[in-house]
């Protein structure tokens, strides 16, 4: 408890936010283990970023600034502005649905903040969308990939709650499409409310025209989506493959990027890469501190053994632990600790575990997108260069329809559970 | 340039050169490393794609991967506070005055620079063990530590980096968030611009960048 | 907090009896609960706690709770862990000679005979030299199941395995045994191996029957295949300067525990893995192919080559291993 408020006390200072981390780690970890030889935390520093997975981060952030540095974006979101820039909410409509997209196949929801959030960005803006909504809508939206195939957190929790992954990975699909449609609505109301413009419907000689300047641009899909789906490559390896077409495409074909400016846009990449990962480090320091002195079952184990089996109270206090441990620590790490601590409530109450798989899952995603400490805010603010508080500023609205869908998916479990149910007949 | 601003005293001068000196060439290195690291990063994932789907797998790229985003890490952790990169939560920091911001920005950058400092000797006691038990990268078989070892060193760049920051708080008006960059949240726009001179190629130009908004304010 | 003054050097512990005060030794899993690693962990406890009449209390940590294998087994070396399981996959970067185990065809296909070798003083005097050189103390030699192949195809010669893209954990003596086979062995991290089975980025996977299941890893294969080839193996272990440090009555507890637990373990296990095999069984669409002793002859045949490249990491400890465990295994046999 002292250790959080100092934590919120050091982050409000205005402290680089790798103190904080840091520095609650310490606190729990000298005042409580004397003993321990410190140096575990630079061992879990050096851990948590030691994951094939994260690779994908700067080589998505590497082609995304490639691209926008050449014509590439440009041509790509041409054609999206043709077909839906007349309709009220179009674009950003759009950017949820392509975020969504993306981040399913890409597997890292920071990087589907980068890939898609840069190049969409400026065309929101432009458009006259508020900077606060465009980027809470990317950062928001790029979470819902976390519930669609395939899943890094669904597979992490049917590992920890011996679940089948199969069935969560079907499970995910239908609460994903609820939340996209959620925030759709939300996009068109807030579209009118604003009496934002839309463009005049454009022809289709206009569309014909911008799909074939953007013919070549329809690679990336294909690689990204098409190779990982074929089996060419892995989702880390389509990042990588991205960047070399991005190279082909604005070097060799556009000539829009020259091999001097490569140098400046790598080293930017490394900057914002080092910058968001120095985080995931430092978080993961303060994550074993937590887990190793056991503070989730101390907390939890007496409130679980009154809870009793009304499911609905269970499934409740399953979300908001797991909501309020992804506010502050990276959600696979919370999926391994908290799932085995609620697996006999669950099982004792009779609820279907896949139904839990959806909810713990969306509970990840919402936390890495809501303050204090979350991946999807710090990539962000890396990325556009907003101050924090900016970035979160336009969150809210958000937040609220994340809650009223996990509302919903207890309430209505059929929407998880219809589909997997189809697959066991 | 930016060291005219503090350019008045005659110990000062003296110290002047040899610091420019060392601060261009940690500035190129870093540069260079964090250039090499993310671009071999793709290659090494682009040879995998290619020889996996060829019938044979590089056993090694996705550890080197992996060990070039703890080196890109470690590395960007001493150029980003440099660059004054780093995020933070600017709330209290933005209903001060200028002097309070001043004072504020002084006193963490101060715990800041130990706290890294700290950590920098616990990273030293992790490498010194991990060079003792002689853990290997499984598929490469060198040493674990070859690479790790950029952990403390970059933590004690980023340490010194604070301590800079807070020297040239006291020595030159207004606050600043690094030696090179006053407290200003910088737009995209500019950031690009202070990448884009910068190539490791030439390191002269960048201190040239960094002349708007450091040296002619206060030379 | 309590935890926090108990757990410490065996010399506090000791002084700290007398007030009936209770030490955490802490106990960390490179499985989730569940495994067997876990089966073995809690049943540990269980003796530990009641022979030391609640004087020491078990803390076990499942996987995920304080990181990865490797780093577990740093964790056990720094003394902020007293107990904890590595096997040989990535053990061996630090003590080669493990990666015997990881060996195809070294061990016996009849538990019984590998269960007199992996438990007999011999082997733990070959190999207790090379933990203490880490400062981690050997306590036993834990089976947990044959490792089995899983496919879309029937492997059924080392023919089969060409180009075959087989996932194995990053580890030298690992990819060398399947590239011997002409498959083309693919490192990659546990969590990805289900996504990359379903897109095809894979052709298959090893692992013992217990993970298949937990993993779901069979519902994206049509074949599992028993070569018995190798055993998964996981080693049970102390921090050395821990264990030397306990009081004399401690050390003998741990060791009497450890003893009387070889026959449960390679029960349980047992047990453990035929019923998540009947549980693959009965989901259906998955067919268990045995590999008839001619069939493996082929694999054994073609496995050879890898041991000169063990040996070469293991040196003279390494070759005294394999040259006892293999004799012991011949001997067995013709008994
Ligand atoms: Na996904
Ligand atoms: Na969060």
Redesign the interface.
Known sequence: MVAGAVMIVLLLMGYPMMVPLLAGAMLILFTQFAFLDGSVLVQQMIGGISQSVLVAVPMFILAADIMIKGHTADRMLDVVAKFVGHLKGGLPMTTALSCTLFGAVSGSTQATVVAMGKPLRPRLLAAGYSDKFTIALIINASDIALLIPPSIGMIIYGVASGTSVGQLFIAGIGPGILILLLFSIYCYIYSIRLKIPVEPKATWAERFEAMKRALLTLGFPVIIIGGIYSGLFSPVEAASMSVAYALVLEMAIYRQVRFSDIPQIALSTGLITAVVFILVAAGTAFSWVISFAKIPDLLLSDVIANAGDNPYFILGLISVSFFIGCMFVDPIVVILILTPIFNPAVEAAGISPVLVGVLVTLQAAIGSATPPFGCDIFTAVAIFRKPYLDIIRGTPPFFLLLLLSTIILIVFPQISLFLPSLMAQ | MTASSYRSGGWRSALQKPFEFFDRVLDVVERTILVSAIMAMAIVSMINVISRNMGASVSWADEVAQLLVVVVTFVGLGHGVRMARHIRVSAIHDVLPPKGQKILIMFISLTTGALLFFLGVLATDYVTNLMRSGRVVPSLGIPVYYIYIIAPIGLFIGSVQYFLAFVRNVVSPEAWLSWHHKDEYAEEDEDDQVGGSMTPEEPGSADGAETPRGGSQHG | ?E??QT???GADADAETEEQETTTWRFALEE???SVQDAYAQEFKKRIEEQSEGAISV?I????????S??LT??V????LELAFASPG?L???IPEVGIFTLHFVLSDDNDINKKILSSDQVHEILQPAYHE??MHLLSIVPEGWMVWSANKPLRTPADFD?F?MRTM???IL?AAYEAYGA??????Y??V???L????IDGQVNPIFAIE???FY??QDYLIQAKHEQFISTFLAGQSWFQGLPQEQQEMITQVRNEMVDWIYQEQAEYNDERLQIIKDAGGTEVITLTNEERQAFREASQPVREMYLENAGERGQKLLDYVTTQVEELTNE
């Open positions: 907090s935890q926090s757990s410490t050097s989730v609960e569940g803390e940590y499942p996987y995920g709770a304080l990181g990865t490797s780093q740093e964790l070396q720094n003394g902020a990535h061996a970067s630090v880490q400062n180009n893209k990053t580890s030298p990819t083309n062995p693919t490192p990659k991290p969590s990805e289900y996504s990359a379903q897109l095809g980025e937990e993993m779901s519902e994206e």
